[in-house]
Structure formats: C-alpha cells, structure tokens
C-alpha cells in the first residue's frame, strides 16, 4: 500500500501537527510504501518573505528526520523538487469546476476573515490532488480540517478518469480517529493560525508559559470536575496511556485536583516524550548539508516514481505529440 501526505513548511510545527500526522505518518514507515514531503509550493499562499520559506522548509525537514522519520525507509523531498506536480496541476485544473473550489471549507474561511484570495488560494486543492495523483497514493493520512480536500481530489481524478480513461488511483483520507483534533491552549482547533500553539520544539521556559496559558474553567479546588469538558485533560492526555487517562480522570471527579498540578505534569510528559527527538535534533541542526542531501535523494527517487505516470498522463492528453 502506498501512503502519502506533505506538511506545509509555514510556522514552527506543533502537538497537533504531531499527533494528527507526523506520528502517524512515521509510524507507516515499517509497514507500508511512505512517501512524505514538505510543501513549499503550498506554503507560497500563506509565507511570502523568502528566507522564512527556505528556513521553514529546512527546518521542516529537520523536525521530521528529529521525531524519527527515517529516509531510508521512507521516500522524503521537498515538493518543488519534483517540477512534473506543477506539469500535472495545469492539466489538472482543466477538468476541475471552479465550484467545486469555491466551496471549499478552507478558501471560504479565509475569504471570511479578509483575506482577498488570490488564484493560488483558490487552486490550493488543485495542487494538493496533483501531489496525491502524481505518486498513485492509496492512502493519505491527514488531519479531520483536511477531508475535505481529499474528497475534491477524488472528485478530480474522476473526472479526470471518466474524460481520458483510467489513469489515477483513487486515494483515501485516514483520520487518526484517536486524535482526530487536538485543541489548542484556548480550547479551539490548535492551529498556528489562532495563536494557540505547543511546539513540539518549544524551549524549556517558553514551554512552561504556553502550558500556563491553557485555558480551564473556575470551578474551585474542591469540587468534582468533569474531565471530558476540560482542554488541559483533553491534551495531557496526548501523552498517556489508557490506565494513566482512567487515572487521571477519576482524579477530576474526586475533587480537590488543582488545575496548577496537572499543567506541572503536562509539562514533564511532553518534555520526556520528545526528549530522544529533541537530542537528535541538536545534533543534525549542526548540519544543514546532511539535511539538503537527504532531501535531494528522495526527490530523485520520488521523481522516478512520478514519471511513469506523468507519462500515462501526457500520452492521455495528447500533449505528447
Ligand atoms: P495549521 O492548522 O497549524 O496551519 P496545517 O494546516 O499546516 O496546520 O496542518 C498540517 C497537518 O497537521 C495536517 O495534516 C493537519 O490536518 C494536521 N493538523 C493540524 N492541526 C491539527 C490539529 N489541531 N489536530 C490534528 N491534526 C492537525
Ligand atoms: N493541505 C495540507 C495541509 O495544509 C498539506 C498538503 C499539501 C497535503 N499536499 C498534500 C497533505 C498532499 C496530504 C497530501 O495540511
């Protein structure tokens, strides 16, 4: 089975970029043909200062080889690196409805904070689905905020299919359903959007002001609490296992638990979860070169892949000649 998914280089990578994709995604690599990549050319509608784009990206990359993405077992590239997804985005765009686009959850929600879209905005997905089609994915694990990308994909692959034959596979979305959204310190979808972020990075004292700024509500000391209805349990939880989550939320109900003392333990779980990664990463941050050339390789190898259907697609098209 072949799975795929990119990560958007645009900010510095949180828990819920962690929990909603990169594990799952690192965990496929012994199981399964993984192809994972960062997309600069997506990031392009959100980052436009050069340098935070080529740093982001290599410090995307970093992150991921850090948190144990092994790009021996995994084929992992930098998106623009493989020239033939913007080939297949053109061709692409010409059997996709613009309605199709303009319902996007996604564009409609920026429009309605003000942003004026430009066209990049508006053919993001089209983009995405060359990323999904161009490398025959079956499947793609992604964040709940996502499906509905993955929906308009298959909606153009088949249209593309029924237009010229069948050419692409017709990928599936994977929901990690134990962590379909993880909240951010205001209790919203943790995006870096709203300013509700952890890094998964994040250094010992800035850590500490985040976890503290974890919204709970005022119910006093004594009293019973309801676990389910509380963030800090929602995202502590992240970091433990079944027993552990019962534990704790009896604990809640008892009353007498301190909001204070679940956000100390929040805080020593995450910094012991990530602290193997954390290391790796002091180490290889020293050395970009290693990065860029484990990048340049997997860019070659996925581009083989790609080609043969690139082909498939021109020979379909008639753009061979
Ligand atoms: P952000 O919302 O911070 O801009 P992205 O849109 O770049 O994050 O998301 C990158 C990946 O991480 C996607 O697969 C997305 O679904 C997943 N993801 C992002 N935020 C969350 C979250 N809060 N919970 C679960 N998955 C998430
Ligand atoms: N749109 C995705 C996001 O914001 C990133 C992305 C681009 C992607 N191309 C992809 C995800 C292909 C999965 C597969 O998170």
Same mark, same amino acid.
């Given at each position: 089975?072949?799975?795929?998914?990119?990560?958007?280089?645009?900010?510095?990578? &949180?828990?819920?970029?962690?929990?909603?994709?990169?594990?799952?995604?690192?965990?496929?690599?012994?199981?399964?043909?993984?192809?994972?990549?960062?997309?600069?050319?997506?990031?392009?509608?959100?980052?436009?200062?050069?340098?935070?784009?080529?740093?982001?990206?290599?410090?995307?990359?970093?992150?991921?080889?850090?948190?144990?993405?092994?790009?021996?077992?995994?084929?992992?590239?930098?998106?623009?690196?493989?020239?033939?997804?913007?080939?297949?985005?053109?061709?692409?765009?010409?059997?996709?409805?613009?309605?199709?686009?303009?319902?996007?959850?996604?564009?409609?929600?920026?429009?309605?904070?003000?942003?004026?879209?430009? &066209?990049?905005?508006?053919?993001?997905?089209?983009?995405?689905?060359?990323?999904?089609?161009?490398?025959?994915?079956?499947?793609?694990?992604?964040?709940? /905020?996502?499906?509905? &990308?993955?929906?308009?994909?298959?909606?153009?692959?088949?249209?593309?299919?029924?237009?010229?034959?069948?050419?692409?596979?017709?990928?599936?979305?994977?929901?990690?359903?134990?962590?379909?959204?993880?909240?951010?310190?205001?209790?919203?979808?943790?995006?870096?959007?709203?300013?509700?972020?952890?890094?998964?990075?994040?250094?010992?004292?800035?850590?500490?002001?985040?976890?503290?700024?974890?919204?709970? /509500?005022?119910?006093?000391?004594? @009293?019973?609490?309801?676990? @389910?209805?509380?963030?800090?349990?929602?995202?502590?939880?992240?970091?433990?296992?079944?027993?552990?989550?019962?534990?704790?939320?009896?604990?809640?109900?008892?009353?007498?638990?301190?909001?204070?003392?679940?956000?100390?333990?929040?805080?020593?779980?995450?910094?012991?979860?990530?602290?193997?990664?954390?290391?790796?990463?002091?180490?290889?941050?020293? @050395?970009?070169?290693?990065?860029?050339?484990?990048?340049?390789?997997?860019?070659?190898?996925?581009?083989?892949?790609?080609?043969?259907?690139?082909?498939?697609?021109?020979?379909?098209?008639?753009?061979?000649?």
């Amino acid at each position: 089975m072949r799975v795929l998914s990119g990560i958007q280089p645009s900010g510095e990578l &949180h828990i819920g970029n962690y929990f909603g994709m990169m594990k799952p995604m690192i965990e496929y690599q012994d199981r399964s043909e993984l192809f994972c990549f960062i997309v600069n050319y997506h990031a392009m509608t959100s980052v436009t200062e050069a340098e935070r784009l080529s740093s982001g990206t290599l410090r995307a990359a970093l992150d991921f080889l850090s948190l144990g993405l092994d790009p021996e077992k995994a084929i992992f590239w930098v998106q623009s690196d493989v020239p033939e997804v913007t080939e297949l985005t053109w061709i692409l765009n010409n059997v996709t409805p613009v309605g199709l686009l303009l319902r996007s959850h996604s564009y409609k929600d920026k429009v309605e904070q003000g942003i004026a879209p430009n &066209h990049g905005l508006l053919t993001y997905p089209v983009l995405m689905a060359a990323d999904i089609l161009l490398y025959q994915t079956d499947r793609v694990p992604v964040g709940k /905020d996502q499906q509905q &990308h993955l929906e308009i994909t298959r909606d153009i692959a088949i249209r593309f299919n029924n237009i010229y034959g069948e050419t692409f596979v017709l990928p599936e979305a994977e929901i990690n359903q134990k962590v379909p959204t993880v909240v951010g310190t205001d209790g919203r979808k943790m995006s870096k959007s709203y300013d509700n972020t952890i890094e998964i990075f994040c250094e010992e004292k800035a850590l500490r002001q985040k976890i503290a700024r974890i919204v709970t /509500d005022a119910t006093p000391v004594a @009293d019973p609490k309801d676990p @389910d209805k509380c963030n800090l349990y929602a995202t502590i939880s992240l970091f433990m296992n079944e027993q552990e989550k019962a534990d704790l939320a009896a604990r809640y109900r008892r009353g007498g638990l301190k909001y204070s003392d679940v956000k100390k333990e929040l805080f020593e779980r995450m910094t012991e979860y990530f602290k193997e990664a954390r290391n790796r990463r002091m180490e290889l941050v020293r @050395d970009p070169e290693t990065i860029r050339a484990i990048l340049r390789k997997g860019a070659e190898k996925a581009r083989h892949k790609a080609l043969p259907t690139m082909e498939l697609v021109r020979k379909r098209t008639g753009i061979n000649y």
